[in-house]
């Protein structure tokens, strides 16, 4: 339980929806650096621990501290700020949009917004500059995903795989530090899963830090450091993934659905 270098500390968060109770005292913490799984069977409180770690929802109790900083109850565009973003469950990429100016936008309802808000007041001159900056490292990490041939494509045209890279690509585009990742692989045929693992693999060795929910075990069990099992809106086991995968509550929880 404990983490030496936490990049994430979730300390007894609640949440509740009327009479559900989605989130139930959990606690849980990120090392830095790594890739931790979060899993559980549906309706554990997974994303509603997302949304709360996020700022989409407001946690009824308990705290959130990224990099040392208590961040409970902030809004999304802030979290976001301080380099803590996230992808969602569905993708929400912007179908009447190309690939590359969804990637420019960013993560829409997060940092998305305020990049043009900042752009918006410069002097007209240095807005151009701004937006070819802005477009060179869209194209970067286009490139990076090796959706780079897409850039031109409306993002609705897109195979769910693929939008599911460009979700990535542009929560990546904001220069994040840590990234939530709400079952990127759900959909993707196994060559794009792959790539995707692959380039979160490579970012993790540029110093990001992920957390991770994914349904596929086997995915959890060769890409995770660190595993944390949610069952009911409680942690009900954390540790690496050999020792979760043999823990008879684990297999309980999830063979009882
Ligand atoms: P998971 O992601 O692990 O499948 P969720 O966090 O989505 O689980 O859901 C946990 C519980 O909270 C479920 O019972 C779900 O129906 C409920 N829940 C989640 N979001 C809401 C919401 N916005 N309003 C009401 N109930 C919700
Ligand atoms: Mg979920």
Partial sequence: KRVADP??????????????????????????GSITGLIGPNGAGKSTTFNCITGVHRPDGGSVVFDGTDITGESPERIANRGLVRTFQIARELPEMTVLENVMLGPKGQLGESIWRSVAPIARGNVIEQEEE????????????????????????????????????????????????????????????????????????????????????????????????????????????????????????????
């Fill in 134 to 257: 802005l477009r060179d490292q869209a194209w970067e990490t286009l490139e990076f995903f090796e959706i780079d041939h897409l850039a031109e494509e409306y993002a609705g045209n897109l195979s769910g795989g693929q939008r599911k890279l460009l979700e990535l690509a542009r929560a990546l585009s904001t220069d994040p530090e840590m990234l939530l990742l709400d079952e990127p692989m759900a959909g993707v045929n196994p060559s794009l899963e792959r790539k995707l693992l692959d380039r979160i693999h490579d970012l993790q060795e540029e110093g990001y830090s992920f957390l991770l929910v994914e349904h596929d075990m086997d995915v959890i069990m060769e890409h995770c450091e660190h595993v944390v099992v949610m069952h009911q809106g409680q942690v009900l086991a954390e540790g690496p993934p050999a020792t979760i995968k043999s823990n008879e509550e684990v297999i309980e929880a999830y063979l009882g659905g």
């Fill in 7 to 32: 990049v994430l500390q979730i300390e007894e968060l609640d949440k509740r929806f009327g009479g559900i109770v989605a989130v139930d005292g959990a606690s849980f913490a990120v090392e830095r």
